[in-house]
């Protein structure tokens, strides 16, 4: 069973850096919530247990070019 709830207005939450979508809290297992993309499960998520904004908007923070990241994929 899963729930979810919608993070109020009022923390300064960033759109998803993959899809923008807005983080949702997450039940995840063993009852632990945590925040989330509402989208898709490889997006960027916190540990369950942590629902930490700061830690969510770093990751979703396009600070530079991943092209050096997509490079070493497509040459592995
Ligand atoms: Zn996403």
Redo the contacts with the bound molecule.
């Keep these: 069973m899963k729930g979810y709830i919608n993070i109020p207005e009022s923390f300064k939450c960033k759109g ?6 807005a983080p949702i809290i997450s039940l995840a297992e063993h009852g632990l919530y945590q925040l989330k ?4 499960d490889s ?2 998520q916190t540990n369950p247990g942590e629902i930490d904004i700061d830690d969510w908007n770093i990751h979703n923070t396009q600070l530079y070019d991943h092209d050096y990241d997509l490079k070493m994929i497509s040459e592995g």
């Design positions: 998803c850096k993959l899809c923008g979508s993309c509402p989208n898709n997006h960027y």
